[in-house]
T-cell receptor, first 112, second 113 residues
Framework: DAKTTQPNSMESNEEEPVHLPCNHS???????IHWYRQLPSQGPEYVIH???SNVNNRMASLAIAEDRKSSTLILHRATLRDAAVYYC?????????????FGDGTTLTVKP | NAGVTQTPKFQVLKTGQSMTLQCAQD?????MSWYRQDPGMGLRLIHY???????DQGEVPNGYNVSRSTTEDFPLRLLSAAPSQTSVYFC????????????FGSGTQLSVL
């Protein structure tokens, strides 16, 4: 199973952009890259996902490297409510999609 | 639309007791899974299911049993609770498509004394 590697923690100032990196050097051609975040005392929630092309939604942007071995979650203007643990995971086709594993994620601290 | 519902929200057990954590989803999702999260740590996969009658082990299956008799429900059983099983447990569900998102329940905080 392809695994992901993320920095343990990152800091940002409020209203500044944040770039959260994720390495997935053993990614397969059919793996989708998903990002989730977990606010304190809550279950994880979906943020964004992509396969090959960069993606934007109302929460964030996802930049995927051309070789797909890394990706970056971009929060354009961090707010205090964005302080959370961010997880990057891979989801494959078939029954492997049921076996989604998470690492320890990146803890984002946003300073006012 | 309730999504993924976990019960109970909190539970305290004594060592050796048994209990079942309930998880139900109303989205007709084929895939369901259980995770545990220890303080300050990430989520670790306990067991998962890709459909009714089909379950498999995840990263940390020891001490836990599961079964999936219906699409909607995926209970997690602790047969003989141990203090090492003190954790927050999350249930998740999704469709079989890898480009569809995972939906998580709000968690069950379990303490084993």
């Amino acid at each position: 199973d392809a695994k992901t590697t993320q920095p343990n923690s990152m800091e940002s100032n409020e209203e500044e952009p944040v770039h959260l990196p994720c390495n997935h050097s053993t990614i397969s051609g059919t793996d989708y890259i998903h990002w989730y975040r977990q606010l304190p005392s809550q279950g994880p929630e979906y943020v964004i996902h992509g396969l090959t092309s960069n993606v934007n939604n109302r929460m964030a942007s996802l930049a995927i490297a051309e070789d797909r071995k890394s990706s970056t979650l971009i929060l354009h203007r961090a707010t205090l409510r964005d302080a959370a643990v961010y997880y990057c995971i891979l989801r494959d086709v078939g029954t492997n999609a049921g076996k989604s594993t998470f690492g320890d994620g990146t803890t984002l601290t946003v300073k006012p | 639309n309730a999504g993924v519902t976990q019960t109970p929200k909190f539970q305290v057990l004594k060592t050796g007791q048994s209990m079942t954590l309930q998880c139900a989803q109303d989205m007709n999702h084929e895939y369901m899974s259980w995770y545990r999260q220890d303080p300050g740590m990430g989520l670790r996969l306990i067991h998962y299911s890709v459909g009714a009658g089909i379950t498999d082990q995840g990263e940390v299956p020891n001490g836990y049993n599961v079964s999936r008799s219906t699409t909607e429900d995926f209970p997690l059983r602790l047969l003989s609770a141990a203090p090492s099983q003190t954790s927050v447990y999350f249930c998740a569900s999704s469709s079989r498509q890898p480009n569809e998102k995972l939906f998580f329940g709000s968690g069950t905080q379990l303490s084993v004394l």
